[in-house]
């Protein structure tokens, strides 16, 4: 992280000009929020029904099953000491899965919006300074941001590729066990909507993670052409050489490996969908 935190640092400052600033202060900034809020309503929401769930039973009940040195349904004063000391754990649980599941996510959200802002940098590149040599200083530039970009992409698939991979396998699992609870199991109201939140809370969990990860993959591939799009033809021919070599480096396929097998994007996505679907499918086949 902190040699994540490095690049990242260099790389936000290295933005300048209008159309730059603009895209991290607005754009990127907008996303990155949208990003983690939507995370923050989906923990919010499951705790919420959590509560409805427990509160609005006829009996009293835990959360969560547990021992307790006293006999806690013998008053409503224990009862609700317990239910606030276990409601104040799943709230330092929740605060702790906010900070893990955010984080590729946002990460990879960084990543994606830099490659963006490089893609704007090199294609007005030489576009306004009519110096040679500080077009040549400025592509220099640009390429060691590419090279930032690279060592980025290694240090973010380094940090995250493992717990994910584990969060994609048992991804089916999760929701095959939770779909049988809410449709053959329950029967109280609050339960089945506890467990259709819980559902869409696992299927929106890993959604972002693998969206920007597909959408940093498309920008790395728009470089060549943003390169192309600057006012080459008019430079020296040692910006030519350059920029030749990073179009070249641009070519270079990145893609993000999870437990190196899996491919991180939408479409690993839609195949756990199928996964947990054939997996729901089996279950209702063993089960009539």
Known sequence: MQKIEKILDELDSRVKGIE????YNNDLDKKMRITANAYLVVYVSVAITAEL?????????LLYPGWFPFDWSSSTVKYLFVHIYQFGGICIAIAQNFANETTPALLLCL????????????????????????NESELMLCIKDQIKLYKLCDLIEELITFPTFVQ????AANICVALAALLFYLNDYFDRVYYFVYVLAMTAQIFPTCYFSSDFQVVFEQLPYAVFCSNWVGQSKLYKKHMILFAERSLRHRVLLVGGILPLNLDTYVAAC??????????????G
Do not use: P, W
């Open 168 to 171: 994609i396998s048992v991804f």
């Open 53 to 61: 769930t427990t509160f609005m039973g006829k009996d009293k009940v």
């Open 20 to 23: 730059e600033s603009n895209f």
């Open 111 to 134: 990543l994606s919006g830099h490659i963006k802002l490089l893609k704007i940098r090199i294609s007005k590149c030489c576009g306004v300074c009519g110096d040679l040599q500080e």
């Open 274 to 287: 199928k996964g947990a679907y054939s997996l729901f499918a089996f279950f209702l086949n063993f089960k």
